[in-house]
T-cell receptor, first 111, second 112 residues
Framework: NAGVTQTPKFRILKIGQSMTLQCAQD?????MYWYRQDPGMGLKLIYY???????DKGEVPNGYNVSRSTTEDFPLRLELAAPSQTSVYFC??????????FGSGTRLTVV | DQQVKQNSPSLSVQEGRISILNCDYT??????FLWYKKYPAEGPTFLIS?????DKNEDGRFTVFLNKSAKHLSLHIVPSQPGDSAVYFC???????????FGQGTELSVKP
């Protein structure tokens, strides 16, 4: 039972490039989330989804997009990478909002 | 607007002693509070939680206290062990199933 799997673990992007951070869970959780963690700032919610086909903005959605075509997958898209998006990104899932399970994170550097 | 605040970025404690991590919140609508533990290069893992109808919840060496009037909660670890060295995040939500709002984290170091 893999839980929440995030790929890649590390990535360096140039300013203006785009990329997709992948997140998959195998626990049949209906809720999924993307957080970013910046030093001294804790985890900030970027986007979340309460089920396939439903997504909503969190605290810091600007510069990101998400989609939820299946229960298992919740990719996060960066269209025009900026240095301010340098961060560690965590995907999480839960059943009805209870019992969050986090992935191990993607460390992204934009140069 | 930081709705959940952990004002101590770091804490150092001797093995065997008590560790006390503090957390304050501003939103009186929060009714469920959680503590997560995070090791380097790993995602946060759930540690303990408390509902606003309680003022204390205990699980082994870990106890969380909630003071609703002060909008303050604390995590006590007794006795502290070197393996407890990690970053601890406080989180809050409404209706238990709502989105989690996290504090900034406190890095605990337990020295042998």
């Amino acid at each position: 039972n893999a839980g929440v799997t995030q790929t890649p673990k590390f990535r360096i992007l140039k300013i203006g490039q785009s990329m997709t951070l992948q997140c998959a869970q195998d626990m049949n959780h209906n809720y999924m989330y993307w957080y970013r963690q910046d030093p001294g700032m804790g985890l900030k919610l970027i986007y979340y989804s309460v089920g396939a086909g439903i997504t909503d903005k969190g605290e810091v959605p600007n510069g990101y997009n998400v989609s939820r075509s299946t229960t298992e997958d919740f990719p996060l898209r960066l269209e025009l990478a900026a240095p301010s998006q340098t961060s560690v990104y965590f995907c999480a899932s839960s059943y009805e909002g209870s019992g969050y399970t986090f992935g191990s994170g993607t460390r992204l550097t934009v140069v | 607007d930081q709705q959940v605040k952990q004002n101590s970025p770091s804490l150092s404690v001797q093995e065997g002693r008590i560790s006390i991590l503090n957390c304050d919140y501003t939103n009186s609508m929060f009714d469920y509070f959680l503590w997560y533990k995070k090791y380097p290069a790993e995602g946060p893992t759930f540690l303990i939680s408390i509902s606003s109808i309680k003022d204390k919840n205990e699980d082994g060496r870990f106890t969380v206290f909630l003071n609703k009037s002060a909008k303050h909660l604390s995590l006590h670890i007794v006795p502290s062990q070197p393996g407890d060295s990690a970053v601890y995040f406080c989180a809050a939500t409404r209706n238990q199933g709502g989105k989690l709002i996290f504090g900034q984290g406190t890095e605990l170091s337990v020295k042998p």
